[in-house]
């Protein structure tokens, strides 16, 4: 068969197939067909949100050793943890968004979190130490970009009482908005450990930008 014949029946199946989707079934009305769909949407959609939340909670996080027996250690001896008033803030509160389509980018994001898991790249304490101030930096870059999205959602600068903080805490905050600043500029060690890198020259924070 010749490139030409090939290419009309081609254009033909096409056709023919396009004919197919413009008419309703012959043996089901248009409304059963409609009904199904929107069954299977709801099904689907259903499905996805339900996937999305079963990868969205602090046990899933910490299924994984990597977490379980470096950061989640660190973060149980914080405020964040355990405090006077009984609220606690779990993993995904601080680093998945709540907007449904920056929490799908970020879930797309963790895909690479996948390969590393499968790769063991911190597998071992020491390996983790050894990535420590790499990963920290990836975290706070990506809070810095979206001016602390998450702490915000708990920690609103318009909700503050000034009244009831103490002075140095109001002395701190005044200065970092007017400079404005973001929470994570200030608070970087406040639910993790600190790498002692950064801890040698704070000037670490931040990698350096690519020209």
Same mark, same amino acid.
Request: net charge positive.
């Given at each position: &068969?010749?490139?030409?014949?090939? #290419?009309?029946?081609?254009?033909? &199946? ?6 197919? #989707? ?12 409609? +009904? ?6 709801? /099904? ?6 339900t996937a999305m939340e079963m990868t969205n909670n602090e046990?899933?996080? /910490?299924? *994984?050793?990597? &977490? @379980?027996?470096?950061?989640? !250690? ?16 779990? *993993?995904?509160? *601080? ?8 929490? !799908? ?11 590393? =898991?499968? %790769? ?6 020491? =390996?983790?130490?050894? =990535?420590? #101030?790499? #990963? ?6 990506? &809070? =810095?970009?979206?001016? +602390?999205?998450?702490? @915000? ?5 318009? +909700?503050m009482d000034y009244a009831r903080q103490? @002075?140095?805490? !109001? ?12 929470? /994570? ?11 002692? %890198? ?10 350096? !930008? +690519?020209?």
């Open positions: &068969m010749s490139d030409k014949n090939k #290419l009309e029946t081609v254009k033909r &199946m096409l056709a023919e197939l396009w004919q197919i #989707l413009k008419k309703p079934s012959a043996k089901y009305s248009l409304g059963t067909l409609l +009904s199904v769909g929107i069954i299977a949407g709801i /099904i689907f959609w259903g499905g996805f949100n046990t899933f996080c /910490i299924s *994984c050793h990597e &977490m @379980r027996e470096n950061v989640y !250690v660190e973060y149980k001896n914080t405020i964040h943890y355990n405090n006077r008033s009984g609220v606690r803030a779990t *993993c995904p509160d *601080c680093h998945v968004p709540k907007e449904w389509h920056w929490k !799908v980018l970020r879930k797309i994001k963790a895909t690479n979190e996948l390969f590393h =898991k499968a %790769m063991g790249t911190i597998d071992t304490p020491a =390996k983790f130490e050894t =990535k420590r #101030l790499e #990963l920290a930096q990836h975290v706070w870059q990506a &809070m =810095k970009d979206t001016d +602390s999205r998450e702490c @915000r959602n708990c920690h609103d600068y318009e +909700s103490g @002075r140095r805490a !109001v002395h701190n905050h005044t200065k970092g908005f007017d400079a404005k600043k973001t929470c /994570i500029d200030c608070h970087k060690g406040i639910a993790h450990r600190l790498p002692e %890198m950064y801890k040698e020259d704070p000037s670490a924070a931040f990698p350096p !930008v +690519s020209e």
